[in-house]
């Protein structure tokens, strides 16, 4: 086998491969050999075609199987003749490929990025506030009491009011076409939470029931369901029922519904939890921030080629997650063209991120202890014992996703422990 480069430019490589004659025509007896002992053809038995018949017949077959099979044997000898590490499939061109001739086609593809000496030190984060303010802690106790609230269903002559349960038969439409995931037959809400949208409760209050309204609404442009961000829609409500909540008194007695002697130890408990809660946002932001100043301060080329597949990923995961809230074909295909230069950017930072991270773990050695990893399973398993979750991962062959998980983990503490807090 011959074999050169022919182009070097950025991460793209172009190599033309020549394979012997008789490697070619070996190759093509081979598959011609399989060919003969499944083909089936009128007025022949099986295995006894003529090669002349077999040729007119299976040639298409023969070339094709053939050039596989060269591919598949000369392929990574050229690969390390050149020492080249390809990132993704190569493609095949100017393929010249008959019996009794040398085989030659040409291929061209991308090799991974060499990361040198990525810069982690010293990089700038915000440092987040994990502590519970009086605030906050008020606030979950209401909700609290919102929990064990009492709800009564109100007279007929009742209007909604700003702190009513309402059960509503909810219709949405977009330029005057049903919208699914907007629609609900019985849409439950408490009124002044606007936990759709800030503003759109308040088309539901002075309602009765049974009473209907239509009315349009517009989303923020900010909104965080993309799908409907900025867009105006047209609602169709009718009344079903209206409740009235009333709230218990924060006392001794609704504390010991919760487990807890006193309201003291409640508030307590409900500290600790939000504080737990308040830790683990801190660390995921701290991490997503990391990871933002790492790629800023390491700039690399990327295969393009990986990028397109993680792309694909991405949008395929995203029309699977759609298609599970009943949007028709049309929306479906049109959001996710909308979409598209976020999916390209998503999927460029993830493989961006990768190549770094994987150079940082083998140069600074990052391997998890018992303990990382006993602190990974608790986070991804917080309900199983360490040990039956250990025997879980691994009779299911899933104990090298955990590994990986406990060392992108340990990792990244370690950079947070070294950025600067500003």
């Known amino acids: ?106 291929l061209e593809l991308e090799v991974h990025p060499e990361v040198k000496d990525p810069n982690y030190l010293k990089l700038k984060i915000k440092k987040q506030d994990s502590n519970v303010s009086d605030k906050e802690l008020e606030e979950a106790l209401n909700q609290v009491r919102e929990l064990s609230a009492d709800i009564k269903d109100c007279p007929e002559e009742k209007t909604i009011q700003k702190g009513d349960m309402a059960s509503v038969d909810l219709a949405c439409f977009l330029k005057e076409k049903p919208f699914k995931q907007l629609t609900s037959p019985n849409y439950t809400v408490n009124v002044g939470d606007d936990v759709l949208s800030p503003g759109f409760d308040k088309h539901l209050m002075g309602l009765k029931k049974q009473e209907e309204k239509e009315f349009d609404f517009s989303f923020d442009q900010k909104h965080p369901h993309k799908e409907v961000a900025g867009k105006t829609f047209s609602f169709k409500v009718k009344v079903k029922k209206i409740q009235e909540k009333t709230l218990p008194e924060l006392n001794d007695e609704l504390a010991k519904k919760y487990k807890a002697k006193d309201l003291g130890e409640l508030k307590e408990k409900i500290r600790k939890d939000l504080s737990q809660e308040k830790d683990k946002t801190a660390s995921q932001l701290m991490e997503n921030e990391i ?94 014992k360490p040990e039956e979750a250990k025997k879980a991962l691994k009779e299911n062959k899933r104990w090298d996703s955990l590994m990986a998980y406990a060392t992108h983990k340990k990792l990244m503490d370690y950079l947070i422990e070294n950025a600067e807090m500003v």
């Open 1 to 106: 086998m011959k074999s050169a480069l022919t182009e070097n430019n950025g991460l793209k490589r172009k190599m033309e491969l020549e394979i012997p004659v008789e490697d070619v025509q070996k190759s093509f007896s081979a598959q011609y050999e399989k060919i003969q002992k499944r083909a089936k053809l009128p007025g022949f038995r099986k295995g006894k075609i003529p090669l002349s018949i077999l040729k007119k017949n299976y040639g298409d077959v023969a070339w094709k199987d053939t050039l596989d099979h060269l591919f598949q044997k000369f392929y990574p000898q050229a690969l390390q003749k050149n020492n080249l590490h390809p990132a993704g499939s190569p493609s095949l061109l100017n393929i010249k490929l008959e019996e009794n001739q040398p085989c030659t086609f040409t």
């Open 291 to 384: 990871s933002e100043k790492l790629i800023e301060a390491n700039p690399i080329p990327l295969p393009e080629s990986l990028i397109k597949e993680g792309q694909k990923d991405i949008t395929e995961k995203e029309r699977e997650r759609l298609s599970k809230q009943g949007l028709s074909s049309e929306q479906l295909n049109k959001f996710l063209k909308e979409r598209e230069g976020d999916f390209e950017k998503a999927a460029r930072k993830e493989l961006h991120l990768t190549y770094l991270i994987r150079k940082l773990i083998a140069d600074l050695k990052i391997t998890p202890s018992e303990n990382d990893i006993e602190q990974s399973l608790k986070t991804l398993f917080p309900s199983a």
